[in-house]
């Protein structure tokens, strides 16, 4: 079983920064690939970021250039930091976990959530 535990969520203006965090526990975080999905009132849950235990990442075009997720195996952490941000990135953000670590953009290939984090950017 893996527990994942989101942290660093808050308000923010536009063109703000925030850093997410996730922690992990079980011992397969280093050899699964971790996601971070977003859900905005009255929308579906959308992709946002994901990453290997070898470092390679895939981002939604719609962060690409402005989030980076990052991941410490030794911490059993993996993080999103965000920049410019603007009001439609204001969502809850979870985090995922995949039992392989072979990264996806689809929620429902990952098996393990957390309680998400709430963001939200003023204008």
């Known amino acids: 079983q893996v527990q994942l535990v989101e942290s660093g969520g808050g308000l923010v203006q536009a063109g703000g920064s925030l850093r997410l965090s996730c922690a992990a526990s079980?011992?397969?975080?280093?050899?699964?690939?971790m996601g971070w999905f977003r859900q905005a009132p009255g929308k579906e849950r959308e992709f946002v970021a994901a990453?290997?235990?070898?470092?390679?990442?895939l981002y939604a075009d719609s962060v690409k250039g402005r989030f980076t997720i990052s991941r410490d195996n030794a911490k059993n952490t993996v993080y999103l930091q965000m920049n410019s941000l603007k009001p439609e990135d204001t969502a809850v953000y979870y985090c995922?976990?995949?039992?392989?670590?072979?990264?996806?953009?689809?929620?429902?290939?990952?098996?393990?959530w957390g309680q998400g984090t709430q963001v939200t950017v003023s204008s």
């Open positions: 995922a976990s995949r039992r392989s670590d072979v990264i996806f953009a689809i929620p429902g290939t990952y098996s393990y």
């Open positions: 079980g011992r397969t975080f280093s050899s699964s690939a």
């Open positions: 990453i290997n235990s070898g470092g390679n990442t």
